[in-house]
């Protein structure tokens, strides 16, 4: 990377996210909703809204910390919003989605069946950081989830499984190494592309059919690689480059799921279509 890259990706990155900060938040809490917090299970959805929101974190992340940013955002839009810890490993604590992905699968099947009875909804929308935004497919494809959901948004999401930028093909030259990755630290292993995990996943087709798909996409991804692996193919899909939408957008991996308003505006679009509104620099200060 030339040296002038280096110094503005990240300015331009503390631009926005300074921006964001100081973005007025009056209108949001004009919203008609009747919810209370976060993770408040006696909020009601609204007729605006009337889908509770389940955020799905990444791996090493957790429940609290990957949703600072993106939790009051949709929560002062009048959504009812609901986070959940999976794939936790013993001793490990605040770092979780290392366990197997079919397993975190399961434990979001789960946390989706207490939302839906609390709010009394009928379906849920599911967003999604990394592994969060692949692993809610497995759910829809074999647990029985598209019966329960309406739309699932990924913000960097896994779907294909990512090189590391080339690094995991150096794996092979190291006996033994693919297997202590199996045994310590299962999802890290299962996002290598070319996965049995993937493989099963993605035959047949990336979507399942009665679900809405949207993947918010940074070309500055240096996680999941190349970046474009993270798009889904099918009926129901929107794949999106959030340098198209706003070329200032100089998120990479992790802050394009914590801080960045561009993908959260693309989110708050994604749930809710039919009010959508173009999505630019300026949204920032949405």
């Known amino acids: 990377m030339l040296p002038w890259k280096r110094v503005l990706r990240p300015l331009a990155a503390l631009l926005?996210?300074?921006?964001?900060?100081?973005?007025?938040?009056?209108?949001?809490?004009?919203?008609?909703?009747?919810t209370s917090g976060w993770n408040d299970y006696?909020?009601?959805?609204?007729?605006?809204?009337?889908?509770?929101?389940?955020?799905?974190?990444?791996?090493l992340g957790n429940s609290v910390d990957n949703w600072l940013?993106?939790?009051?955002?949709?929560?002062?839009r009048g959504y009812c919003v609901y986070s959940l810890d999976y794939g936790q490993l013993p001793g490990v604590p605040l770092f979780h989605a290392l366990g197997p992905i079919d397993?975190?699968?399961?434990?979001?099947s789960v946390f989706v069946d207490r939302v839906l009875d609390a709010t009394g909804a009928a379906k849920a929308d599911l967003v999604g950081h990394s592994q969060g935004g692949m692993m809610p497919r497995y759910y829809l494809k074999f647990?029985?989830?598209?019966?329960?959901?309406?739309?699932?948004?990924?913000?960097?999401?896994?779907?294909?499984?990512?090189?590391?930028?080339?690094?995991?093909?150096?794996?092979?030259?190291?006996?033994?190494?693919?297997?202590?990755?199996?045994?310590?630290?299962?999802a890290l292993a299962q996002q290598v592309v070319g996965s049995d995990f993937?493989?099963?996943?993605?035959e047949g087709g990336d979507t399942v059919p009665g679900v809405r798909y949207t993947v918010l996409a940074t070309q500055y991804d240096?996680?999941?690689?190349?970046?474009?692996?993270?798009?889904?193919?099918?009926?129901?899909?929107r794949n999106v480059v959030l340098q198209d939408l706003c070329p200032l957008d100089l998120s990479e991996h992790v802050f394009v799921g914590l801080t960045d308003r561009i993908a959260f505006h693309e989110v708050a679009n994604a749930l809710d279509p039919a009010h959508a509104t173009?999505?630019?620099?300026?949204?920032?200060?949405?």
Do not use: M
């Open 16 to 34: 926005l996210t300074a921006a964001a900060l100081a973005a007025p938040t009056a209108a949001a809490h004009a919203s008609d909703a009747p």
């Open 42 to 59: 006696t909020c009601k959805p609204s007729a605006a809204h009337p889908r509770p929101v389940v955020l799905v974190h990444g791996t």
């Open 69 to 76: 940013g993106l939790a009051p955002y949709l929560e002062h």
């Open 103 to 108: 397993k975190s699968a399961q434990q979001l």
């Open 143 to 186: 647990l029985g989830g598209a019966d329960k959901v309406n739309a699932l948004v990924g913000i960097a999401p896994s779907n294909h499984g990512t090189t590391l930028s080339g690094l995991t093909h150096l794996l092979p030259y190291f006996p033994g190494a693919e297997d202590l990755l199996n045994a310590t630290t299962p």
């Open 198 to 202: 993937l493989n099963r996943l993605n």
């Open 222 to 237: 240096e996680v999941v690689t190349p970046y474009r692996s993270q798009f889904l193919s099918g009926p129901g899909v």
């Open 278 to 286: 173009p999505t630019t620099c300026a949204s920032v200060f949405s």
